[in-house]
């Protein structure tokens, strides 16, 4: 093969190549996401979760977002022409159908800054499909929607004094030795005694 066509027939494969890939990419990076979260000054953050596709050209007609610990609902801001209610941690948006659309949360953020807030939200269309962004893993397919707090987005708590048991002790949560918190260790801890009972299960089942 003459080396100028072989090398102008390598480049065109590897340019569609990589054409394939990006187009492959768009889907997995569409997701639900937090795009902003704006102190109001008043002890609230309003937090904005937006989504740029829906389900396969299907529109979506509601969005239903779980807040997590540390984070109470005072006010909803739904698009126009949309409604939103507050049912505890569940917030539910629904509307008559948008391809891109941005919601807002106003909450109170109880945390510690450097924090990682998770959000799962509930995507689902007109069509009856419906997306589950729950996965706390940030590369995940289906990433939960984030926010890494910090002071600005903080509800303001009081400080304790210098002789209150709490400044003496410290976060009892927190085991010595600046390690994961209590709950933290508690919840791996079920998990793993959930994953030994389910093996266990399944064995018992097998014999």
């Known amino acids: 093969m003459n080396p100028r066509r072989w090398v102008r027939t390598v480049?065109?494969?590897?340019?569609a190549s990589i054409g394939y890939l990006a187009l492959g990419a768009v889907p997995a990076a569409a997701?639900?996401?937090?795009?902003?979260?704006?102190p109001n000054g008043d002890g609230t953050t309003t937090v904005t979760f937006s989504f740029?596709?829906?389900?396969?050209g299907s529109p979506t007609t509601e969005l239903i977002v779980a807040l997590p610990g540390g984070v109470s609902a005072t006010d909803t801001v739904p698009p126009d022409g949309w409604a939103a209610t507050i049912a505890g941690d569940r917030i539910t948006f629904t509307g008559p159908g948008q391809e891109t659309a941005e919601v807002g949360v106003t909450a109170r953020i109880v945390a510690r800054a450097g924090d990682t807030l998770h959000f799962p939200v509930l995507q689902r269309c007109a069509d009856g499909g419906a997306y589950d962004w729950i996965?706390?893993?940030?590369?995940?397919?289906r990433p939960a929607p984030r926010l890494i707090a910090t002071n600005a987005v903080l509800a303001a708590q009081p400080e304790p004094s210098a002789g209150s048991p709490v400044a003496a002790a410290g976060d009892p949560d927190r085991a010595q030795g600046g390690g994961a918190t209590l709950r933290q260790a508690s919840a791996v801890l079920i998990v793993f005694v959930a994953a030994a009972a389910v093996a266990g299960f399944v064995s018992v089942r097998r014999q």
Not at 31 to 38: N, S, T, W
Not at 135 to 141: L, P, Y
């Open 31 to 38: 997701h639900v996401e937090v795009a902003g979260a704006r």
């Open 135 to 141: 996965d706390i893993t940030a590369d995940s397919e």
């Open 52 to 56: 740029d596709h829906s389900c396969d």
């Open 11 to 15: 480049g065109v494969a590897t340019a």
